[in-house]
């Protein structure tokens, strides 16, 4: 009997719900290289962290930061008579000094050949960043003069130069560079866009330039002034909007085929009309994202907010296209090729925010709008303007990123971070349906703007 009772004794401890719940750290006995952290979850009763009050929000959720020490640091939540007990290791770390790597200069140019589809060419020899110049298919020929690091340096036309990772070319069999021909080019002019097909005898390396005349440039080119040929398209002429609203280029065979979008014939009372529009549900599946201090998952959040913009952009007359319906996982180029291929003229992915160790997660709230190409950034702008006024969020700045789903020229392609899933603020309002219909309500209002003019 004794027995019994003891082992039912054991289970219901093991099923017991605490007052408090700890979203992060996710761990009890967690290693964090930083010189601080934060606690980040919720609480029905007064909590305390090695004896000091936290504040709590109205709903329980709180994010405390604490300092870290090298070595282990033991931290204590005590709420009433139930405790949790942390020990955060913060490791010893004693730095390398950087090494920049040589550049190797060739006695003789090496010929590469592309291997991976949409190897990123570089300004730069570093993997990140805002320092893409274009995205190359596969056999896509290059010339190199040299090497630093992992990256070959290579040749665009006289003394112009790119980066391309060593992992997305190989040495070509042939390996004698020269130029290529230009034979001349086609325009078409259909319904949507503007089409130039560039007839080539082999495929270059390329550069889509954004500005008052958008350039493409084509390299190494044979009989042309520095080795590159350069057409430039005076927007401000073709465009009576004066707006970029997408463009593609990429090689059919050897032909160079850049399509720029036409202005779109919009109406005054109803702007939205029929135009495709791309909403992406951030994460998804087993990807959950961040999670926030009530416990709600960002998938869970960013479909919510989607599918409310859908029904917002519907009830305008938008053709809208969703990256994903459920709780499924999308990868981020199935993402991209799903709007592409649905011909979006807008792509917008929802998210929530978070923040990494050393941050303050109090300092920080609202929204935050990322974009790539020079093009999308009018639309941002009014997006986060329209957000603020209609609704008071604070306005977490716009802001230019390197983000696999913003790099799409095809449409006008941006990431709303729409708030921080762990500020406790934001959090309540991220869990607001009342919030999520009004944030849709204000994204869908300044489309409407941005198409009206």
């Excluded at 003069?145 to 990772?165: A, C, H, P, T």
């Excluded at 060593?166 to 503007?194: C, H, I, M, R």
């Excluded at 957000?387 to 392609?413: C, F, H, Y």
Aim: with cysteine.
């Amino acid at each position: 009997m004794n027995k019994f009772v003891l082992v039912m004794g054991l289970l219901l401890l093991g099923c017991r719900v605490f007052a408090f719940d700890v979203v992060y750290p996710a761990k009890n006995d967690a290693i964090i290289n930083s010189k601080s952290t934060f606690f980040i979850g919720s609480s029905n009763k007064p909590l305390k962290i090695n004896g000091k009050n936290i504040p709590l929000h109205q709903t329980g959720a709180f994010a405390y930061v604490v300092d870290l020490n090298i070595g282990e640091n033991t931290f204590i939540l005590q709420s009433e008579d139930e405790r949790q007990v942390f020990v955060i290791t913060r490791p010893k770390v004693n730095p390398e000094p950087l090494k920049s790597s040589p550049f190797t200069q060739y006695n003789k140019q090496k010929l590469l050949v592309v291997t991976t589809e949409d190897a990123p060419l570089r300004s730069s020899p570093v993997d990140s960043g805002i320092n893409r110049i274009a995205h190359l298919q596969r056999d896509v020929e290059l010339i190199s003069d040299g090497e630093q690091g992992g990256f070959y340096r290579i040749v665009l036309g006289d003394k112009n130069f790119g980066w391309m990772s060593k992992s997305n070319v190989k040495t070509a069999e042939n390996n004698s560079p020269t130029l290529a021909q230009l034979f001349g080019y086609e325009f078409l002019d259909s319904k949507e866009f503007y089409t130039f097909v560039f007839h080539l005898d082999k495929k270059v390396p390329f550069e889509m330039v954004e500005g008052e005349n958008f350039q493409i440039k084509l390299y190494n080119i044979k009989e042309q002034p520095a080795g590159t040929y350069v057409m430039n398209v005076p927007i401000n002429d073709v465009l009576s909007t004066r707006k970029l609203l997408g463009y593609s280029g990429k090689y059919s065979g050897n032909d160079f085929i850049l399509k720029i979008r036409k202005p779109l014939s919009t109406h005054s009372w109803r702007p939205l009309h029929n135009i495709r529009i791309a909403v992406d549900a951030g994460h998804g599946g087993y990807e959950n994202g961040a999670t926030g201090c009530l416990g709600d998952k960002e998938k869970d959040i960013n479909l919510k907010i989607a599918q409310y913009l859908q029904a917002e952009l519907k009830k305008r007359g938008a053709k809208v296209i969703m990256t994903r319906n459920g709780d499924n996982y999308v990868s981020l180029k199935d993402r991209v090729e799903i709007a592409n291929y649905g011909d979006a003229v807008v792509f917008l992915s929802i998210h929530g925010n978070a923040l990494p160790d050393g941050s303050n997660p109090n300092e920080h709230r609202g929204t935050s709008i990322y974009y790539y190409h020079n093009q999308a950034k009018p639309l941002a702008d009014i997006i986060m303007d329209t957000i603020v006024s209609e609704i008071g969020v604070p306005n977490d700045k716009v802001r230019q990123g390197s983000l696999a789903v913003v790099r799409n020229t095809n449409a006008l392609s941006l990431l709303v971070e729409v708030s921080y899933l762990i500020n406790p603020e934001d959090n309540a309002n991220l869990v607001n349906p009342e919030f999520q219909k009004q944030y849709a309500k204000a994204i869908a209002d300044s489309l409407e703007k941005y198409f009206s003019n």
